[in-house]
């Protein structure tokens, strides 16, 4: 089993900026994938941002040039430093670990973002 805990989320104004961390433990092999992902109120939950054990990383169109994902592999811990924050990035964000080898998928329980005035 694999536990995911996520912090850093909060309320910033537009323009802010906040860092998300999520602490990963338990059974991590060593080929993987680790992301956010985020759900807004009556939205579907969508891709935010992904790398690979490898270092490789994917983003949203949405969100490319402003958030950067990245991770400490010592600390099994992945980061997404978000900057130039818009009320449209209000959401709750996800940590998702996906196992490549068993198709095991993780979530977190998420953690609230709120861009406002």
């Known amino acids: 089993q694999v536990q995911l805990v996520e912090s850093g989320g909060g309320l910033v104004q537009p323009g802010g900026s906040l860092r998300l961390s999520c602490a990963a433990s338990?059974?991590?092999?060593?080929?993987?994938?680790m992301g956010w992902y985020r759900q807004a109120p009556g939205k579907q939950r969508e891709l935010v941002a992904t790398?690979?054990?490898?270092?490789?990383?994917n983003y949203a169109d949405s969100v490319k040039g402003r958030f950067t994902i990245s991770r400490d592999s010592a600390k099994n811990t992945v980061y997404l430093q978000m900057n130039s924050l818009k009320p449209e990035d209000t959401a709750v964000y996800y940590c998702?670990?996906?196992?490549?080898?068993?198709?095991?998928?993780?979530w977190g329980q998420g953690t609230q973002v709120t861009v406002s005035s």
């Open positions: 998702n670990l996906h196992q490549i080898l068993t198709s095991a998928n993780y």
């Open positions: 338990g059974s991590i092999f060593s080929i993987y994938v």
């Open positions: 790398i690979t054990s490898g270092g490789s990383t």
